[in-house]
T-cell receptor, first 113, second 117 residues
Framework: GNSVTQMEGPVTLSEEAFLTINCTYT??????LFWYVQYPGEGLQLLLK?????DKGSNKGFEATYRKETTSFHLEKGSVQVSDSAVYFC????????????FGGGTRVLVKP | GAVVSQHPSWVICKSGTSVKIECRSL??????MFWYRQFPKQSLMLMAT?????????EQGVEKDKFLINHASLTLSTLTVTSAHPEDSSFYIC?????????????FGSGTRLTVV
């Protein structure tokens, strides 16, 4: 079956530091890949996505590139802010699996001023 | 963009009672709705998939009689936690997948925090 593995947190950074959250996946088909962000007490918000190999998703300074050869979709941001403190989820969807989203375990990020 | 309105946002109930959670698609028709459960500091686990006009499909290990799912119309899906117990306390989130009627991609409700005392 499909699965998503992402680095465990928490990740604690200082403001303006570089952030990387690793994400790898296994899928039987050709999945679309997503990063979602969840702020405390709230639901999920789509951060970015990529639908095919070598696509780069980007939003709000965050980037992730769909790497089929390494089955990875690592999230990066060059200079984090305190407001980036949240939980980040890597996820995939696969048409062969009825378009259900499969989530990674989530990575809590805490940015200190 | 597409909006899924989920209510209530939080609820506290006594053991043995039932709680209904509603998800409404406000500006599109959701023929399918995914229901997820999230324990504190954990990921989202898919519980079931509801489809308008047919029975819900439950994931392995999810009790159908405990978590009743109904997709009454193209804009409303409900999850009822029956005879709730403290171990049912969790964060429940619904999500409408992309499709011909939803061109905005996966759309999530804001979640319902259920506390059973």
């Amino acid at each position: 079956g499909n699965s998503v593995t992402q680095m465990e947190g928490p990740v604690t950074l200082s403001e303006e530091a570089f952030l990387t959250i690793n994400c790898t996946y296994t899928a039987t088909g050709y999945p679309s890949l997503f990063w979602y962000v969840q702020y405390p007490g709230e639901g999920l918000q789509l951060l970015l996505k990529a639908t095919k190999a070598d696509d780069k998703g980007s939003n709000k300074g965050f980037e992730a590139t769909y790497r089929k050869e390494t089955t990875s979709f690592h999230l990066e941001k060059g200079s984090v802010q305190v407001s980036d403190s949240a939980v980040y989820f890597c996820a995939l969807s696969d048409q062969a699996a009825g378009n259900k989203l499969t989530f990674g375990g989530g990575t809590r990020v805490l940015v200190k001023p | 963009g597409a909006v899924v309105s989920q209510h209530p946002s939080w609820v506290i109930c006594k053991s043995g009672t039932s709680v209904k959670i509603e998800c409404r698609s406000l500006d599109f028709q959701a023929t399918t709705m995914f229901w997820y459960r999230q324990f504190p500091k954990q990921s989202l686990m898919l519980m079931a998939t509801s489809n308008e006009g047919s029975k819900a499909t439950y994931e392995q290990g999810v009790e159908k009689d405990k978590f009743l799912i109904n997709h009454a119309s193209l804009t409303l899906s409900t999850l009822t936690v029956t005879s709730a117990h403290p171990e049912d306390s969790s964060f429940y989130i619904c999500s409408a997948p992309p499709g011909t009627a939803n061109l905005y991609g996966y759309t999530f409700g804001s979640g319902t925090r259920l506390t059973v005392v």
